[in-house]
Each structure stands twice: as C-alpha cells, then as structure tokens.
C-alpha cells in the first residue's frame, strides 16, 4: 500500500528501510523520503516504524 503519496513510497519500503537500518522520521526521509513533502503521511509512517522498531527488538 503506498504510505507517502507525495513520494510513491509503500509500507514495504517503509519497512525495509527501518530493516536496514533507519531508526526515526529522519532516518526514513533520508532513505526512502518518506513524509518529506507536505507531511499528511507521517502519522501513518511514524506508526509503522514504532510498530517495526518493537518487532525488530522482540525478534532480537
């Protein structure tokens, strides 16, 4: 599903930025730009890396 309509990102991008290793808003701006535009998706975005973010510790 595409997150970031601004910038065509999707959930899956999303996740495999966190994945490789992007740890907040501005680590997934960086690589994924995610949320860089006008903003309206980072609600969405800021749940998926806290959803991400605390499966990836549980895991480890």
């Not at 966190?18 to 907040?24: M, P």
């Not at 690589?31 to 499966?55: F, K, Q």
Request: hydrophobic share 45%.
């Amino acid at each position: 599903m595409v997150v970031c309509h601004c910038n065509a990102v999707s959930d899956h991008e999303i996740r495999a930025a966190v994945a490789a290793g992007a740890c907040d808003a501005e680590g997934l701006a960086a690589s994924c730009n995610a949320g860089t535009r006008c903003g309206g998706c980072r609600p969405v975005v800021d749940a998926i890396l806290s959803e991400t973010t605390v499966t990836i510790a549980t895991a480890a």
